[in-house]
């Protein structure tokens, strides 16, 4: 038997599934495809998370376009974190190319152009689909993590969530948390200390200075209501094919920090919502971060030590999660380990430092009798990469170099135009931006105080009438004026509307 059959056999033999699957594209031996030796993925284990990596350029976005858009084939709903704005074009039919041809035929796929469902998503005040959580959703722990608080602040802040649950008085926006904060140190001291602990000014003071911070990034457009619900993200189209969420995160690129506390807090929603799925045959949701390394930046330990958690955690609610990145090195070692699928594109051998990266990378993936992995990793072109993926048992599949498929939808974006005919025919975001004031800590606390002020005064006014007339024996009004102001006080909180469920979930799970 020659060379090229036997390889066609070593491919096909480990990529044969009894489930469903996605096709990638073609295997490479010695720089030819082998037309028919496809690469596949089952779909019951892209819930085993993975990396699509290598030089700008060498074709990463395509790569995650492509494995998109056969998943909503699937019916399998997708989640894409859009760094760069570049992914908008799924929702337009490929203009074809004679050079996308070329590519199939050697594929041995015939090309077909169509575009696909898509929700445009946004964190800011671009158009689309507002995803907002409110602070009470945030949880004690996720705050005290977005903050960067120290054990003594994370105390405050755990008492302060307590209380306004207890209180029924509910944390939207940044403004209610700081409104609060503010309550705690000043008229309310003596309440909340009583009753919860003692809230230190100097540890009050410095938390009030990091909420300012935040506010400064920008991060308060993203507290509020309405807040997002992750079942939105899980849709699915009439015909069967799964709605693709685009997330277009052009404006916060440069806010590393602001972007990885979004990212994990949306995770924590989705792992809090979604259902346990047991042994299921097909994800239920695929979510893809580009630019990963952004998530990563800057991030500290105990952020990295979160994020491996959540990755280990959601797998068993169904949920994929592929990294976009440079460089493998780019992601945490313990994120890295928990990847089953792995689609590496070429690597650039400029430095020394490149050629250790690239040795490091290519001990990563599996031995194949039929390559020398840190060569083919430099000698790759365009739209094609070495692929590992897991078989139906969780064993990685034999390795192969792939010339990838190409997009089946445009590789361009949108224009602004487009991207607004998707938004006006959208029923999300006309549910989204529905504005939803209601009073939250901010106006309660504010009602609160004053109807306490008022009590007072009135008392005050009475002792004073009192006084005149009888003009003796006032030592005792005191305690007086105090339990009229609680009894205005428990009125008003009473009265409040009642707080949505607090992150207890993720409390334990990031613990
Ligand atoms: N699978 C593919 N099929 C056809 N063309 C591709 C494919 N992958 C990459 N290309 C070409 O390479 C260019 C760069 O790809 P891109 O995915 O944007 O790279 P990266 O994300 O790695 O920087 C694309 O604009 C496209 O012309
Ligand atoms: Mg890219």
Redesign the pocket.
Known sequence: MDKQQEFFDFINTGNTFKGDFITM?AAMLEGETITNAHVKVPLKTLNRHGLIA?????????????IAENLSDKGIPVLLMDMKG?LSGIAKASPGHP??DE?HEKIGIPFEAKDFPVEILTLSEQDGVRLRATVSEFGPVLFSRIIDATAAQSGIISILFKYSDDKKLPLLDLKDFKKILQYATKEGKAEVEENYGRIGPSSAGSILRKIVELEQQGADIFFGEKSFDTDDLTRITEDGRGIINIVRLTDIQDKPGLFSTFMLSLLAEIYSTFPEQGDSDRPELVIFI?EAHLIFKEASKALHNQIESIVKLIRSKGVGLYF?T?NPTDIPEGVLSQLGLKVQ?ALRAFTAKDRKAIKLTAENYPDSPYYDTKTVLTSLG??EALVSALDEKGRPTPLAAT?????MSR??VLTQKELDTINKNSELVAKYSEVVDRDSAYELLNKKIEKANEAEAKEKAQEERKKTSTSSRSRSSGRKTQSSTSKALIKVLTSATVIRGVFGILGKMLK
Do not use: S
Request: hydrophobic share 30%.
């Open positions: 594209g290598g030089a700008t350029g060498t074709g990463k976005t395509k790569t995650l376009q492509v570049d050079k996308i590519r580009d976009v440079q594109h365009i739209g010339m990838l498929r190409a997009p590789m361009d």
